[in-house]
């Protein structure tokens, strides 16, 4: 490039296209549309986009829904070469045939992260079949949606990552979706509709994230499942359960998380699980498991301690312990290695914790249940209220 | 070593690379700030250059001596391990506060030696100074040429090379005025509201379809069904002679229409369902003579209803040809009609 005078060279004109193209994806899309108007060499760069991006600061609380389609199509059409990124953010038309349109431009595309949220109040917008032949997608993130694949759906070969948020779609459909796509990393199913069994199969899925109403979920083959969060809304549903289905489902569900780093529980979920028969310690170690969050767990509700006695007995290596307790009672305390750990965690972390009651075992001797009270009450306590109270679990 | 001793501290024992300039200076760097640019490290595994003067790796010539400085400023401070994300956070703001010129000369130099964390950063800081500003004020600070006709400032999105895909959106338009117009039929009774929205729609659509602010415009619509079932017939040549010039844009009557070619089928790997947007089949059925006049009428009320709703500052602000449909401009029979309502006043 000749080096004109400093002081009145165009430099940012004669850029490479690819740093030309960096420096546009950086601006909101109208404003790397508008340098269309900046000079003749300015007037088409925009058209290689790497990405398009319609959200609040394209829309501009401007109210005239047509005109605001007409520009999609008009970007949509213009725009030149692969397209890596496409983005819906809460339109303010909502569902309309239109997006249908645009997800079927896409198509010659090759697009890779395909994003579309739509705002509650709006009816649900139906995905069309278009969309089920994005095969490069590696993102794809839905809100407000119905999907229905069609039979010839294969899956996603190149998925990695899966949100969907209030998405309507049937259970087996979805297990069938996700089973599809096997490089699968991420997995988000939040207020989805009711789902009876959700059974993911995903060898590859490292995080999963389910928020809202199953009644059983099955882990047929998460090998690599580092960080789960799981939150049933309503417990009601799981509650018909015969005590042995309830059983395997735990039997089987942690075994299948070899590599479970953080478990994010809520309490409805740990309920689903037993009704009867909670085990003193799982049948595997949660080895890898580092940070456990709680929550919502009913601390005077025997199951749910007793399956967070039972988590924190198989976790040896739990360094963080969230929870939102203020009253604990622990009854039958050993003074077990594992369940002082567990009390420790809960004072050091219960940050609204006002009473925390230690029943000992019935029979334990005295000395001991001296030197265990000992112990405890030295441990540090973050809540400023809270009262620890030590005594034997009664007689019967 | 065994030379007896010697009083001189030996100095550490770098290993340099040599490379050379685009200007023909050659000079020496450090070897492990110079690996950190994948141009140059490949040079050096790959070809072995670089080891002495003689064979001095050459350096693309977007990299002057100066920008070579600073880039290697840049790697020797981020090859090393043990810097945090703080750290660097801190020194990359202090690095890419520089001026523009030499922001751009950065940027370039740094894509061409293919180090990427850099021209991230450049882009980042060159598009926060693009950011929010006004086009006026974005060629001030960038010595931008303000070379562009009123007209064409006006009219941003035009095409130049006649796209088949903005008859695709010539389509859909007429597609979607049909379907508003069944509606209209459906509905005995009219609300205000809607027919406000259905006029604007028609508005638009016939603005696409025309081109011309009058009645020629309808015309082509009609024109433009009987060329589609003669899909092979250029288009009719009273409006439009963007689109008679192209050549046969086949595949964009393909894609759209599912059941009439079957050269489709083979290129795009996707079954329509009967109910697809795009079909182009059954596209407008002639207006009759109270419509077309109606939209006439419409089409001058529509432009004056926009100038006034559209409140100025947003009309500066969006300045994508201030919404304006691009179509227009292309099937604008090669003079093309801007419609004065619309858009940017100058």
């Not at chain 1, 819906?88 to 249908?100: A, E, K, V």
């Amino acid at each position: 490039m000749k080096r004109n005078k400093r002081s009145t060279s165009d430099v940012i004109s004669n850029l490479p296209s690819n740093v030309t193209k960096n420096i546009l994806k950086d601006l909101p899309l109208r404003e790397a549309v508008r340098t269309s108007i900046l000079s003749s060499k300015w007037r088409y760069k925009w058209k290689k986009l790497p990405q398009l991006v319609f959200d609040d600061t394209f829309f501009l609380k401007v109210r005239d829904n047509e005109k605001l389609k007409a520009v999609i199509y008009q970007v949509l059409l213009f725009h030149q070469g692969p397209l890596m990124k496409f983005e819906l953010w809460y339109p303010p038309f909502g569902s309309c045939l239109d997006i249908n349109n645009w997800i079927f431009i896409l198509l010659t595309k090759n697009i890779q992260e395909f994003s579309f949220y739509l705002e509650a109040g709006f009816p649900y917008h139906e995905i069309p079949r278009h969309l089920y032949s994005l095969l490069q997608l590696r993102e794809l993130n839905l809100s407000y949606c119905i999907l229905k694949p069609p039979p010839t759906f294969k899956g996603f070969s190149r998925l990695v990552n899966l949100d969907f948020c209030h998405v309507n779609i049937s259970s087996k459909m979805c297990g069938l979706f996700i089973s599809n796509c096997p490089l699968l990393e991420q997995l988000s199913l939040r207020h989805c509709a009711d789902f009876d069994s959700l059974e993911i199969n995903a060898p590859n899925l490292k995080y999963f994230d389910f928020f809202g109403i199953f009644v059983s979920v099955s882990l047929e083959n998460t090998p690599l499942l580092a960080e789960i969060s799981v939150t049933l809304i309503s417990w009601g549903t799981t509650r018909d359960k015969e005590p042995e289905e309830a059983d395997s489902e735990w039997v089987k569900f942690f075994p299948s998380l070899p590599a479970i780093e953080k478990m994010n529980l809520h309490g409805a979920f740990l309920e689903s699980f037993a009704a009867y028969n909670v085990p003193e310690r799982l049948p595997c170690t949660l080895n890898q498991l580092k940070v456990l969050i709680l929550y919502d767990v009913c601390y005077s509700n025997l199951d749910h301690v007793s399956w967070a006695l039972c988590l924190l007995r198989s976790s040896p290596n739990l360094r963080k312990l969230r929870s939102t307790l203020r009253e604990v009672e622990i009854l039958h305390f050993s003074g077990a290695e594992p369940e002082i750990h567990f009390v420790k965690m809960l004072l050091a972390h219960s940050k609204v914790l006002e009473r925390m009651k230690i029943l000992h075992e019935y029979g334990i001797s005295d000395e001991k249940g001296f030197a265990i009270s000992k112990e405890l009450i030295r441990f540090p306590r973050t809540s400023p209220k809270a009262e620890v109270i030590v005594d034997v679990t009664p007689d019967g | 070593m065994s030379e007896g001793t010697m009083a001189v501290v030996k100095p550490e024992m770098k290993s340099y690379i040599w490379v050379q300039t685009a200007d023909g200076s050659i000079q020496q760097v450090e070897e492990e700030v110079a690996m950190f640019c994948p141009m140059i490290c490949r040079e050096v595994l790959q070809t072995g250059m670089g080891s002495s003067k003689n064979y001095a790796i050459s350096l693309p010539q977007r990299v002057n001596p100066a920008t070579l400085g600073l880039i290697l400023d840049y790697c020797r401070f981020h090859q090393l391990q043990g810097r945090s994300n703080k750290e660097r956070k801190i020194f990359d703001e202090k690095f890419v506060r520089l001026d523009t010129e030499k922001l751009c000369e950065l940027a370039s130099a740094a894509d061409s030696l293919q180090l990427r964390p850099l021209v991230d950063l450049t882009s980042r800081a060159l598009a926060r100074m693009i950011e929010g500003r006004t086009p006026e004020e974005v060629r001030e600070i960038f010595n931008i040429p303000d070379d562009l006709t009123e007209e064409e400032k006006l009219e941003p999105l035009r095409n130049i090379t006649d796209d088949p895909h903005i008859r695709l959106l010539n389509r859909l338009y007429a597609r979607k005025r049909k379907e508003l117009k069944e509606r209209e039929q459906l509905k005995n009774i009219e609300n205000e509201e809607e027919r406000v929205d259905k006029r604007s729609v028609d508005d638009l659509l016939s603005f696409i379809n025309g081109g011309d602010g009058d009645s020629k415009g309808v015309r082509a619509i009609k024109n433009k069904k009987k060329n589609r079932k003669r899909k092979d017939q250029p288009r009719n040549s009273s409006s439009n002679n963007g689109n008679g010039d192209h050549k046969k844009t086949d595949t964009v009557d393909n894609v759209a229409s599912p059941t009439k070619s079957s050269k489709f089928q083979d290129s795009l790997p996707v079954t329509f369902s009967p109910n697809l947007e795009f079909v182009e089949d059954d596209i407008d059925d002639e207006l009759d003579p109270a419509m077309k006049e109606k939209i006439d009428r419409e089409v001058e009320d529509f432009a004056r209803r926009l100038n006034s709703v559209w409140p100025k500052r947003v009309q500066e602000s969006v300045s994508l040809g201030s919404e304006r449909l691009v179509p227009m401009s292309v099937y604008g029979s090669g003079s093309f009609n801007r419609f004065n309502g619309f858009g940017k006043q100058q």
